[in-house]
T-cell receptor, first 112, second 114 residues
Framework: RKEVEQDPGPFNVPEGATVAFNCTYSNSASQSFFWYRQDCRKEPKLLMSVYSSGNEDGRFTAQLNRASQYISLLIRDSKLSDSATYLCVVNPGTDSWGKLQFGAGTQVVVTP | NAGVTQTPKFQVLKTGQSMTLQCAQDMNHNSMYWYRQDPGMGLRLIYYSASEGTTDKGEVPNGYNVSRLNKREFSLRLESAAPSQTSVYFC?????????????FGDGTRLSIL
């Protein structure tokens, strides 16, 4: 079983619609969580950190469910520029100091 | 702001050749990392340097060596390239290690081994 699992998609989303997807992680001791976006053939860029209480950044909302060991990302009012691969990133805890675990990504395609 | 700079951007090598990938950051970060990204897989950590003067193995260190030259620079060396090392390589940095700070990435080196 992969340590961080994501639905690879693609999620095809009409412009203006809402899309949400999850990421599951295997280590219950995981300490911190991030969402990155990666455009085709580009480097990953931090989208947002994920806090225990959930957090929002504009049209993006991230949630953490420790009991079920998943995090989610919701994108409202999707824009064409939101088309990208979204990477779920997990800090597995102090025993794996600094060694973030990356999911393989969920592809989102926003269509006109 | 340059952030994290990687050179070269592209490279083609023959099996058995050696080369060094360079990485420099100008954010005064303490920690630096080397990853490889292969299709359908998440980024995998090759080596990291928690602070100047230290380096440690990541998930896939075999066939690679690293040098933390100073606080700014962290290089990755392939001593005898193999086709299995064909990949996109990313360097990243963060303020500190421990995984609580986000990492900032360079724009990658696309390496093909023939």
């Amino acid at each position: 079983r992969k340590e961080v699992e994501q639905d690879p998609g693609p999620f095809n989303v009409p412009e203006g619609a809402t899309v949400a997807f999850n990421c599951t992680y295997s280590n219950s001791a995981s300490q911190s969580f991030f969402w990155y976006r990666q455009d085709c053939r580009k480097e990953p860029k931090l989208l947002m950190s994920v806090y225990s209480s959930g957090n929002e950044d504009g049209r993006f909302t991230a949630q953490l469910n420790r009991a079920s060991q998943y995090i989610s990302l919701l994108i409202r009012d999707s824009k064409l520029s939101d088309s990208a691969t979204y990477l779920c990133v997990v800090n597995p805890g102090t025993d794996s100091w600094g060694k973030l675990q990356f999911g393989a990504g969920t592809q989102v395609v926003v269509t006109p | 702001n340059a952030g994290v700079t990687q050179t070269p951007k592209f490279q083609v090598l023959k099996t058995g050749q050696s080369m060094t990938l360079q990485c420099a950051q100008d954010m005064n970060h303490n920690s630096m990392y080397w990853y490889r990204q292969d299709p359908g897989m998440g980024l995998r950590l090759i080596y990291y340097s928690a602070s100047e003067g230290t380096t440690d193995k990541g998930e896939v260190p075999n066939g690679y060596n690293v040098s933390r030259l100073n606080k700014r620079e962290f290089s990755l060396r392939l001593e005898s390239a193999a086709p299995s090392q064909t990949s996109v390589y990313f360097c990243a940095s963060s303020e500190t290690a421990g995984g609580y700070q986000p990492q900032h990435f360079g724009d990658g080196t696309r390496l093909s081994i023939l």
